[in-house]
């Protein structure tokens, strides 16, 4: 089973995405990873074997501006959700990928939330990792000070502020050769530093929690949320809101687990969502 780099030009866009595929022809819908900041596609990389060897074709992009996908002039892309969910709207439909199954994680990965809430139709069935929820999340001191003029320039520039934010989200170390991958595009070059205070800086996060805390109210997909309950930036009340709140919703805590739970605990995951994806009723 291999696990392939790729790139796909989406307009004036080149997108780079990690791909899966099962080893035969299979009926079953593909799986669409959204990553977080200030992660990348890696952080599926143990995940989407395991969701192949099961017969789904796992896809896992690394958004505009993030691991090897274009770093843009904050000129030449807005970098605000808007944005996001358009351009991801378009990368889905030239992968040419009518329905689907959407797992989502972290900060970004709202944005993903975001489009499945304007696209249902589009969306089998959702998976929900440490993602702000509500108008209560608020962004992390450890990621807003990325998005502030003159310290952000300097602490986006410095490689090292992703191994910090990635270890302090996760309360636990994160594998050197990881690390090494996840710094990688900002030892290349300037622009990546410059993507990612943009990215923080239009995040605004207040406009799109309240989409997303409303637009779940009316929310018909079976969804399942797993939460690290360890997570030092969202607080499991939101998971457990919104369990309560969707008719087809369930909640799984990991209790050793926090903001980042694929990097330590994946092997959980892929249970809980190989499980998901298998049931014929939710």
């Not at 030449?76 to 990928?97: K, R």
């Not at 207040?206 to 399942?224: C, H, R």
Request: net charge negative.
């Amino acid at each position: 089973m291999s696990l392939e780099k790729k790139n796909i030009t989406v307009g004036s866009l080149e997108w780079f995405y990690r791909e899966a595929q099962p080893d035969g022809e299979t009926d079953k819908l593909p799986v669409l990873l959204l990553h977080g900041l200030p992660s990348q596609s890696h952080s599926w990389t143990i995940i989407m074997p395991e969701l192949a060897q099961a017969g789904y074709r796992a896809i896992a992009p690394d958004w505009i501006g993030c691991g090897l996908s274009p770093k843009l002039d904050k000129r030449d892309f807005p970098y605000t959700p808007e944005a996001f969910i358009n351009v991801l709207a378009e990368l889905i439909n030239s992968l040419e990928i009518e329905r689907f199954y959407l797992v989502v994680q972290g900060f970004l990965g709202s944005i993903g939330l975001q489009y499945a809430l304007r696209n249902p139709e589009k969306i089998e069935r959702l998976a929900i990792l440490n993602t702000p929820l509500s108008t209560a999340a608020k962004l992390p001191w450890q990621i807003q000070q990325l998005g502030i003029p003159f310290v952000g320039d300097m602490l986006t520039q410095d490689p090292l502020f992703v191994d910090r934010t990635l270890e302090k989200g996760s309360r636990l170390t994160v594998a050197d050769e990881d690390l090494e991958v996840y710094r990688s595009p900002y030892l290349k070059s300037s622009a990546a530093g410059r993507a990612i205070l943009a990215i923080v800086q239009k995040l605004d996060l207040k406009k799109s929690m309240a989409e997303i805390e409303s637009g779940f109210k009316g929310w018909q997909q079976p969804t399942l949320i797993i939460w690290g309950i360890k997570d030092p930036w969202l607080d499991i009340s939101q998971a457990e809101n919104l369990a309560n709140i969707c008719e087809n919703g369930k909640l799984v805590k990991l209790a050793e687990a926090a903001h980042y739970p694929q990097e330590h605990w994946s092997g959980n995951i892929i249970d809980e969502l190989l499980l998901f994806l298998r049931r014929t009723e939710i």
